[in-house]
């Protein structure tokens, strides 16, 4: 089911996503449900949750007999983090 969740990608999604300066990632597909992670100018975008739902599963739903859900991780990068750390430890020092 990766094969074919990454072909309807690839056809249907990254073409739309590329016009918006942003990608998918695919992570992967267990029962049904397929992870995924937007990148570009997507990552960050707080249309993100509507893409996922208006374009991305859309798509997959209706091309993939199975797929039943379509999550977005949210990564947070190291650097974040560590940034993220060096406020809290000043905060608590």
């Given at each position: 089911m990766f094969a074919a969740v990454e072909k309807v990608l690839e056809k249907e999604v990254r073409p739309y996503l590329k016009e918006h300066?942003?990608?998918?990632?695919?992570?992967?597909v267990n029962d049904g449900v397929v992870r995924i992670k937007l990148t570009g100018q997507c990552k960050h975008c707080p249309s993100a949750k509507f893409t996922?739902?208006?374009?991305?599963?859309?798509a997959?739903?209706?091309?993939?007999e199975g797929i039943t859900?379509?999550?977005?991780?949210?990564?947070?990068?190291?650097?974040?983090?560590d940034i993220a750390?060096?406020?809290l430890s000043k905060k608590d020092g």
């Open positions: 300066y942003g990608n998918v990632v695919l992570l992967g996922v739902e208006d374009v991305i599963e859309k997959l739903k209706s091309n993939i859900k379509v999550v977005l991780e949210n990564e947070v990068s190291a650097e974040l983090l750390r060096k406020i």
